[in-house]
């Protein structure tokens, strides 16, 4: 099994380059971020607590969203490994994962970061957000919580990875086929 976390600020483009390395790699794709989307659509009671959260640009807490990405794996036993996107976003939930994967003799194999610099990143996600309806999108206030949000939060999860020898980055900006090409090479490479 090949389980693969993949790290990136709010519109680096991570969903992208899930969608086509989850074909490439017969990988199981897990949005956190999707799956709270979908739950709002569908007006669950998960949804209902999440959407106050999204909408800020505030993460949903550890305890909801470890729940529910424990319960996704879960929903599939017989994967060849799992494409994490958007998930682990604290230290609690990588430790949780690694502790969930653990009872499964299950290990995370890399985590990749796809870089960008802010500017872009936000300029890219108010473009999104003319098109994508995400309310997140559209706020340059909500953009830059989000923001702050992963650099208090988000970012420390490059040391714990790193401690572990499982961190590995590549340039995010450049086509999506150059940015598939560079992800898969590290993936060949593990
Ligand atoms: P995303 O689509 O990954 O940008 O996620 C959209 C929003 O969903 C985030 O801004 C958070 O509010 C929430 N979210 C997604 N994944 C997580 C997570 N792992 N932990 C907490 N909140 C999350």
Redesign the pocket.
Known sequence: MINIVLFGK?GAG??TQAEFLKEKYKLTHL????I??FNIKNETELGKL?QT??D???????EV?IKM?QSEVEKNPNSAGFLF??????IA?AQALDAFLGTKKEVITATIALEADDEILVARLLERGKTSG?A?DQDEDKIRN?YQ?YNEKTAPLMGYYKEQGKFYAVDGIGSIQEITERLSSVIDNL
């Open positions: 709010p991570k969903g949005s956190t971020g999707d709270f989307r999440a959260f999204i800020k640009g505030d993460l949903v807490p550890d969203t990405l996107d958007g998930f682990p976003r604290t939930q995400r997140d989000r949000e």
